[in-house]
């Protein structure tokens, strides 16, 4: 019997569920055979499908994905562990359905149940501080882990095949409306960790990627970074904040294959950015679309509809804003107070 699967849950909210494999799921794979333990991966992504006899499941739910892993739960016989956001931000909505409820990082919690260490309940972490510790995700726990449409984007088609990275964990930042379990310390992996990630992903044939952390540009060893990817001849995207990037940033970026860099702009309405505890201005977005392009980059900007504080001028001001700053991409999405945001704890204040 196998000991551990590790299911991968539709997610309703994603309009392009694929576009991109997990990471979480892939470094739960590689720490549990690590510590010699059997591991297969159940993708319902696409729907419900067979799912193997195992004496583990290991389930990592945001909020739209948690009832299916509820409902998952109930159907198989081995013990259930939950992790990820929900779980972490919500353990009392989960503990009548799971055996093990992680709150917080879940590598050192998964060998630590499977070894027995706990009975069952609430099992709560330290933040791992080391993450050069943690081996390089399991690409091949699954059939296709690259993407033919996570380069290109989400409603861009197909492209080259890429692999998505993350060089950290943790934000510093207290948007109101993010549910963000780790605010500090921002843990930061080794520069040479990431090289080496990347060189073993370019021996698999992959020379496209998208670094997923929140801010890429807060990395401490940034400039090292930049100029090390120089000579691995790779293309990728990114995302950072407005007021974390310089002139000579933009242009380590595009020296080190940066073909795109995307801005969390949310709103050009200073009231709304205020209320809502973005601490940068729509003075300070516009200059960092402008120090991009000025790089040769390509900018993408997201932007919500329906913080807190919007008005019919709101409206004005974004349309306004895209018309004349000109990112060649942008994307809208709808405000959902998610558990753990502070608009979802303190509505009132909103």
């Known amino acids: 019997m196998i000991d551990l699967v590790l ?78 956001a929900h779980p972490s931000l919500l353990p009392e909505d989960c503990i009548d359905d799971f055996d093990y ?66 060089t950290s964990r943790g934000c510093p930042f207290k948007c109101a409306y993010c549910g963000n379990l780790f605010l500090t310390p921002t843990v930061f992996r080794s520069v040479d960790n990431i090289i080496g990630e990347l060189k073993t992903l370019k021996e698999q044939g992959i020379k496209y990627f998208r670094f997923v952390d929140d801010n890429f540009t807060l990395h401490p060893d940034f400039d090292s970074l930049c100029l090390k990817m120089v000579m691995l001849g790779i293309h990728y995207r990114c995302h950072t904040r407005s007021d974390l990037l310089t002139e000579m940033q933009a242009t380590l970026l595009n020296r080190s294959g940066c073909e795109e860099c995307s801005l969390g702009v949310e709103s050009a309405d200073a009231k709304v950015l205020k209320l809502n505890r973005k601490h940068i201005t729509v003075k300070q977005h516009a200059q960092a679309i402008a120090i991009l392009k000025k790089a040769g980059l390509k900018v993408k900007v997201y932007l919500m509809a329906g913080l807190p504080g919007e008005t019919d001028e709101t409206n004005r001001l974004n349309k306004e804003f895209i018309t004349s700053n000109k990112p060649e991409k942008w994307t809208l999405s709808t405000f959902t107070p998610y558990p753990g945001c502070d608009i979802y704890k303190n509505p009132g204040k909103y």
């Open 101 to 166: 409820v992680v709150v917080g990082e879940g590598e050192e919690a998964l060998i630590n149940i499977m070894g027995g260490k706990y009975e069952s309940g609430i099992v709560k972490t330290s933040r791992i501080k080391n993450l050069d510790s943690i081996p390089y995700p399991d690409w091949n726990a699954v059939t296709d882990p690259f993407s033919e449409t996570l380069y290109a984007g989400e409603r861009y088609g197909r492209g080259i095949k890429s692999m998505s990275i993350i």
């Open 7 to 84: 299911v991968e849950l539709p997610n309703p909210a994603l309009e392009s569920p694929r576009m991109y494999q997990p990471l979480g799921i892939l470094y739960l794979s590689a720490v549990a055979k690590q510590a010699g333990y059997s591991v297969q991966i159940a993708d319902f992504r696409n729907g419900k499908g067979g799912i193997p006899k195992a004496n583990f499941y290991g389930f990592s739910c945001t909020t739209p994905e948690i009832n299916f892993a509820k409902q998952l739960a109930k159907e198989v016989k081995g013990r259930t562990i939950v992790g990820g």
